[in-house]
């Protein structure tokens, strides 16, 4: 039996499991020369797969409906005709969400379990790491002493980027939702300080309290009115690196802010926003930094496991309401 989940219905706001369709096939899949079958073990649930979900113009098509949704995904090689890959293989790379699936292998890559464990190679070995370490340091440029803000901070690159301007010697501020996470990132990720924005009623006062030297760099995973804020305490030269916008991901209408303009004038800053595979060149190197500090324990990671295929769509849901703790992984 292979079961596949479908978008069924483009979303108006919050994303509802009324949208997503599931099939069941009883049917056998067979491969020829060049294919391999594949058994789905993780699948990666992301904010940015809310863009995909809507027609409008972006970076990367939309998602057809009554058409698989496919996002990062961890798989293990159960038949091969494919010379790059054996039976046994782990392969982590661009799927759909299905149990078992046919494959060429474009764009898959093998992931040793050895090395780490499997999910991480859809969080801080994969995607996540990527965009926090690129993000970070081709765009913010951090030098050592100066003050980082991380925003979306106890989420899956929040917690990566706060990690990585520790270890080149920034002070780091993180932003989260709950008190739990504030302790989280300041227990198990070394963050200087943290802000719950969801208790604190004058987040440009919070924000100048914990960083009195003003803000070098921000790394921006929200969007909405604590960027509004943050550009309040920014230093002259400051860079803001614009990675997400959960916080307007399921607006109806257009948001409103403040003008960026006069903040970026006054202070001569840069704000920059970026996909990942604006650095696709620097993957390689990248990775293996990230596995190195990994493997000199410099760097952790948190994982919210969901158990079970059909959780898929609900576990992404979550991710809006600030239900994960790190990288939000469904394990199959």
Same mark, same amino acid.
């Given at each position: 039996?292979?079961?596949?989940?479908?978008?069924?219905?483009?979303?108006?706001?919050?994303?509802?499991?009324? /949208?997503?369709?599931?099939? !069941?096939?009883?049917?056998?899949?067979?491969?020829? /020369?060049?294919?391999?079958?594949?058994?789905? #073990?993780?699948?990666?649930?992301?904010?940015?797969?809310?863009?995909?979900?809507?027609?409008?113009?972006?970076?990367?098509?939309?998602?057809?409906?009554?058409?698989?949704?496919?996002?990062?995904?961890?798989?293990? %090689?159960?038949?091969?005709?494919?010379?790059?890959?054996?039976?046994?293989?782990?392969?982590?790379?661009?799927?759909?969400?299905?149990?078992?699936?046919?494959?060429?292998?474009?764009?898959?890559?093998?992931? $040793?379990?050895?090395?780490?464990?499997?999910?991480?190679?859809?969080?801080?070995?994969?995607?996540?790491?990527?965009?926090?370490?690129?993000?970070?340091?081709?765009? +913010?440029?951090? !030098?050592?002493?100066?003050?980082?803000?991380?925003?979306?901070?106890?989420?899956?690159?929040?917690?990566?980027?706060?990690?990585?301007?520790?270890? #080149?010697?920034?002070?780091?501020?993180?932003?989260?939702?709950? $008190?739990?996470?504030?302790?989280?990132?300041?227990?198990?990720?070394?963050?200087?300080?943290?802000?719950?924005?969801?208790?604190?009623?004058?987040?440009?006062?919070?924000?100048?309290?914990?960083?009195?030297? +003003? %803000?070098?760099?921000?790394?921006?995973?929200?969007?909405?009115?604590?960027?509004?804020? %943050?550009?309040?305490?920014?230093?002259?030269?400051?860079?803001?690196?614009?990675?997400?916008?959960?916080?307007?991901?399921?607006?109806?209408?257009?948001?409103?802010?403040?003008?960026?303009?006069?903040?970026?004038? !006054?202070?001569?800053?840069?704000?920059?926003?970026?996909?990942?595979?604006?650095?696709?060149?620097?993957?390689?190197?990248?990775?293996?930094? #990230?596995?190195?500090?990994? +493997? /000199?324990?410099?760097?952790?990671?948190?994982?919210?496991?969901?158990?079970?295929?059909?959780?898929?769509?609900?576990?992404?849901?979550?991710?809006? $309401?600030?239900?994960?703790?790190?990288?939000?992984?469904?394990?199959?």
């Amino acid at each position: 039996m292979i079961h596949t989940i479908l978008l069924k219905h483009r979303p108006k706001g919050k994303p509802s499991i009324s /949208d997503f369709e599931f099939i !069941k096939e009883d049917k056998e899949l067979t491969i020829t /020369d060049g294919e391999m079958l594949l058994e789905t #073990l993780y699948v990666s649930v992301d904010p940015y797969l809310r863009g995909r979900m809507s027609d409008a113009k972006s970076y990367v098509e939309p998602f057809e409906l009554d058409k698989p949704i496919h996002s990062g995904i961890i798989a293990k %090689v159960i038949e091969s005709k494919n010379e790059k890959f054996s039976e046994g293989d782990y392969v982590s790379g661009r799927l759909d969400w299905k149990t078992k699936q046919v494959s060429k292998g474009e764009e898959l890559h093998k992931v $040793d379990p050895s090395k780490a464990d499997l999910s991480a190679y859809l969080g801080i070995l994969g995607m996540t790491g990527l965009t926090a370490y690129l993000g970070l340091t081709e765009i +913010g440029k951090p !030098k050592e002493g100066e003050t980082l803000v991380v925003s979306g901070a106890a989420g899956a690159v929040g917690s990566v980027v706060g990690q990585i301007g520790k270890i #080149l010697g920034l002070r780091v501020i993180g932003i989260a939702g709950t $008190d739990e996470k504030i302790d989280m990132l300041k227990s198990k990720f070394g963050f200087d300080a943290g802000i719950n924005y969801k208790t604190t009623n004058d987040m440009k006062a919070a924000i100048k309290e914990a960083a009195p030297n +003003g %803000v070098d760099v921000y790394f921006d995973n929200v969007g909405g009115e604590i960027s509004d804020a %943050v550009l309040f305490n920014i230093n002259k030269f400051a860079r803001t690196i614009n990675c997400g916008a959960i916080a307007v991901y399921n607006n109806t209408e257009v948001p409103t802010s403040v003008s960026v303009r006069p903040f970026l004038i !006054k202070n001569s800053a840069l704000m920059q926003g970026f996909i990942v595979s604006n650095f696709e060149d620097k993957f390689p190197d990248a990775i293996k930094q #990230l596995s190195t500090w990994l +493997g /000199d324990g410099k760097l952790t990671y948190s994982e919210t496991i969901v158990e079970g295929f059909e959780n898929i769509p609900q576990a992404f849901i979550d991710l809006f $309401d600030g239900k994960n703790k790190g990288k939000m992984v469904v394990k199959v």
